[in-house]
């Protein structure tokens, strides 16, 4: 828990200033606190009439600066006592008086200055996590995101990192101000009486183990509500993805129920947590006002027997020094119990933070400044799960400017092929090679700027047609952006949309037809102007009359590119240089067109026959 809670503070990096300054104010706050209680004792004597001149001029001496708080005293005292001999009482009240409200207010601007310290704190934590979450996503292989729920990933950095933001100051509270306040407090207690200071000591130790076993129930219930909380953040998200499907198959009452269920649970989850929570304010004040009804009584008996060196000023100032202990020790247990739910929060996102990442650069990793040759797949082999085989010693080459194709039924393998020579997933076995240079070895970053992916389902941002077209460009122009959307024969339709290049496309494109949303994502493609192309079923859920179109486009793509297709509509690949026909993760067939259509009972010839019957 310790280690969790040291992680949180880190982010904080590089403005520990911040920390440095909240430490700082919050023991002068606490100080000037302790300052303010304990100028009642001279003002209780002199309402009292309780100090005599005799003592008064045993005070008239000047003290020698020292730098420590004994020297402050004096001084207090020596002017004190001035006052009061030569002005008189109703003066030496205004004299205690006005050096009360000095340090009040010095009191409160330590007060101030402490919150905005722990501001600067809490927003740098929450930014930096954010920040850090985030890039640890964009980090992360493809193959984690398979099998996560997108709604418990969302949650984590959003929902979680929320709570975290609470828990910064709990943490300060919890290690620093509150332990501060405490320990200052006790330290003027113990000056004032060692006796009723060791008494009123008893009863902590068992105040801490109930609050320690109020908080361990606190951090289960805050790990079930925020697993919930991802959950229902996943139904949330696939019901406005599918809103469609849910409404043409009557599962509007399912839906509806599914999500109420879960709702359901998270209110309980969280009445049971506030119920637990909520105790250890109560009882903690309680039990603090049983530890001052006791002090009254005991101390109160040795005041009025005259039992003990202290005065009745003082006991009253003792009384009222030890009721505020009650308030950073209130503000402990409280901060204590609901740390619980950070603490929960933390261990999920330094679950995702702490993951490794698999597809890193090798150490010295070579940078592919150009594709000059030739793709190979050696003996590759590869599995998402151990012994679940989804490829199985593929071997082909792609020489510069073939197209080559990918076809056979769902499940082949195709679309795998693809993410292994992208290298969002490592082979298992054999190796894929780039101008004699296994893929391993090169710089992922440039591999990457030299493979342009255009995919079944256009995958587009919310954002407007400039953006998407240049996305991940800052310095693109205008006439470049033009030039792509022209080569994929999406200018004219942009420019009668309003706003042409600047219109928002709204989010995954929704403000585009199919066939749009794939030009556009054609044109991304052009823009970026990468030697390698990868086409994934790019056209299978197009209409005949879209894909027609698209085809055409995709030719003037193509043309002098690297092209790896996979296809469903084996229309559009007949004049591939090679295709590979794969069934079950093995290339059961190779070579153009004409040669696997002579094929007698081949695979592909049958695929083929099929397709042009349901034309």
């Not at 004096?74 to 409200?101: D, H, P, R, W």
């Not at 269920?261 to 309680?286: C, Q």
């Not at 119990?337 to 330094?350: E, K, M, P, V, Y």
Request: charged share 20%; aromatic share 10%.
């Amino acid at each position: 828990m310790l280690k969790n809670f040291l992680r949180v503070i880190q982010f904080a990096k590089p403005y520990y200033g911040y920390s440095f300054g909240f430490l700082v104010f919050s023991v002068f706050s606490t100080i000037f606190g302790i300052l303010n209680l304990g100028l009642l004792i001279p003002l209780l004597n002199v309402l009292f009439n309780n100090v005599t001149d005799d003592a008064l001029r045993g005070m008239l001496v000047m003290p020698e600066f020292k730098f420590e708080g004994k020297y402050l005293w004096e001084l207090f005292n020596y002017y004190f006592a001035l006052t009061a001999l030569k002005y008189g009482k109703f003066y030496t009240l205004m004299y205690v008086s006005f050096i009360i409200l000095g340090s009040v207010t010095l009191t409160n601007f330590c007060y101030y200055m402490t919150m905005m310290m722990y501001e600067g704190i809490k927003n740098n934590v929450v930014r930096n996590l954010r920040q850090a979450y985030f890039d640890k996503i964009l980090n992360l292989h493809i193959g984690f995101f398979a099998n996560q729920q997108k709604g418990d990933l969302i949650a984590r950095g959003m929902s979680d990192v929320a709570e975290i933001e609470g828990t910064v100051i709990r943490i300060l509270d919890v290690f620093f101000r509150h332990p501060v306040a405490i320990i200052l407090y006790f330290i003027a207690l113990f000056r004032i009486s060692l006796n009723l200071t060791l008494f009123t000591i008893l009863v902590i130790p068992l105040a801490g183990g109930m609050i320690a076993l109020i908080g361990s129930r606190l951090r289960k219930e805050a790990n079930i509500t925020q697993n919930i909380i991802g959950s229902m953040n996943t139904i949330l998200d696939e019901t406005l993805t599918s809103i469609k499907v849910i409404k043409s198959y009557n599962a509007t009452e399912y839906t509806h129920n599914r999500y109420k269920n879960f709702l359901k649970n998270f209110t309980e989850s969280l009445f049971v947590s506030a119920r637990v929570r909520e105790i250890a304010s109560p009882l903690s004040e309680v039990m603090g006002v049983c530890v001052v009804v006791a002090i009254l009584l005991y101390g109160g008996n040795l005041v009025l027997n005259n039992q003990s060196s202290l005065s009745p000023s003082a006991f009253i100032t003792y009384i009222i020094i030890f009721s505020q202990v009650l308030s950073p020790a209130k503000g402990f247990s409280v901060s204590f119990t609901n740390l619980q739910r950070g603490i929960s929060a933390a261990d999920r996102i330094f679950e995702i933070l702490d993951l490794p990442e698999e597809i890193i650069n090798v150490p010295n990793a070579k940078k592919m400044e150009e594709f000059k040759d030739k793709i190979e797949f050696r003996n590759v082999s590869f599995s998402y799960k151990e012994n679940a085989r989804v490829l199985e010693n593929i071997n082909f080459e792609i020489k510069k400017g073939q197209v080559v194709a990918l076809v056979g039924n769902s499940g082949g393998g195709k679309s795998t092929i693809a993410d292994l020579l992208s290298r969002f997933y490592d082979v298992n076995e054999g190796e894929i090679i780039i101008d004699g240079t296994n893929i391993k070895e090169l710089d992922i970053k440039s591999l990457h700027d030299h493979i342009s992916i255009v995919t079944q389902k256009p995958l587009l941002f919310n954002d407007t047609v400039f953006n998407n077209i240049a996305f991940g460009q800052t310095n693109a122009t205008q006439e470049d952006v033009e030039n792509a959307a022209k080569i994929a024969n999406s200018h004219d339709f942009i420019m009668e949309k309003e706003g042409n290049y600047q219109m928002n496309i709204g989010d995954a494109g929704i403000q585009l037809s199919g066939g749009q949303g794939q030009r556009l994502s054609i044109a991304r493609a052009v823009f970026k102007g990468a030697d390698i192309l990868v086409l994934d079923e790019f056209t299978s859920a197009l209409d005949p009359k879209a894909e027609q179109m698209i085809q055409k486009d995709m030719d003037i793509l193509m043309k002098d590119r690297t092209t790896l297709v996979i296809a469903h509509r084996l229309s559009t690949i007949q004049n591939a240089d090679l295709i590979l026909v794969l069934d079950r993760g093995v290339i059961v067939e190779r070579g153009t067109h004409n040669e696997l259509i002579k094929i007698e009972n081949g695979v592909y010839k049958k695929m083929v026959d099929i397709q042009q019957l349901n034309r």
